[in-house]
Every structure is written in structure tokens, then in C-alpha cells.
């Protein structure tokens, strides 16, 4: 099994900037695509950016040119750089891992972690 632990939320105002971390931790695990979603109140939860094992990544078209999302393999550990927040990048914060185990044929699990908060003032 493995469990995510995040970091980094919290209150910023309008163009601040903030850096979510989220770490992997368990045995005998390999991490394929690691990424970021936010969920508002009342609204759906939404991808924000994703970053495969190759490197490759997406983001959403609000946050572009605005986010970077980054990992360090040796860590297990996804990052979000947030620039020039906005109020509207007000949301909880949920850090998403897609792993197998080692060794053998293995299925793809997914992985949430509990979210952390960020709130943009304006």
C-alpha cells in the first residue's frame, strides 16, 4: 500500500506564490503518473497538472504558464510550484498517485491524498 502525505497549503494573497509537496511512502512500489487536483466548494474536483514517469505533463488551461509541477524520483515526491495565484485558485488541494508493485504483473492502483488547503485573498 501506499500512502501520500501533503504540504505546503495555506493563505496567500492575490499573485503570491506557494509550493505543495507530496510524499510517497511504502514497500516494494513504482510510481507511474503523479499529479495534483483541486476541488472548490460547490464544485467538481478538477485536474490541475500531472507529470508521467517519463516527465511528460499536462495542466489545465487556468493554471498554464502560472503552475509547474516537478517530481524527484529518488524521493517519491511530487511537487506544485503555484505563481501568480489568483482567488479563484482557491480550492483544497489533493495530491493523486497511479503505482504498481514491483516484481511480476501488477495491477494499477490510485492513490489520494488527504488535501490541503489553499486560499488566495484578494
Known amino acids: 500500500q501506499v500512502q501520500l502525505v501533503e504540504s505546503g497549503g495555506g493563505l496567500v494573497q492575490s499573485g503570491g506564490s506557494l509550493r505543495l509537496s507530496c510524499l510517497a511512502s511504502?514497500?516494494?512500489?513504482?510510481?507511474?503518473?503523479m499529479g495534483w487536483y483541486r476541488q472548490a466548494p460547490g464544485k467538481q474536483r478538477e485536474l490541475v497538472a500531472a507529470?508521467?514517469?517519463?516527465?511528460?505533463?499536462v495542466y489545465a488551461d487556468s493554471v498554464k504558464g502560472r503552475f509547474t509541477i516537478s517530481r524527484d524520483n529518488a524521493k517519491n515526491t511530487v511537487y506544485l510550484l503555484m505563481n501568480s495565484l489568483k482567488p479563484e485558485d482557491t480550492a483544497v488541494y489533493y495530491c493523486n498517485v497511479n503505482w504498481n508493485y514491483k516484481g511480476g504483473y501488477s495491477p494499477t492502483y490510485q492513490t489520494w491524498g488527504q488535501g490541503t488547503q489553499v486560499t488566495v485573498s484578494s
Open positions: 507529470i508521467r514517469s517519463g516527465g511528460s505533463t
Open positions: 511504502g514497500s516494494s512500489f513504482s510510481i507511474n503518473a
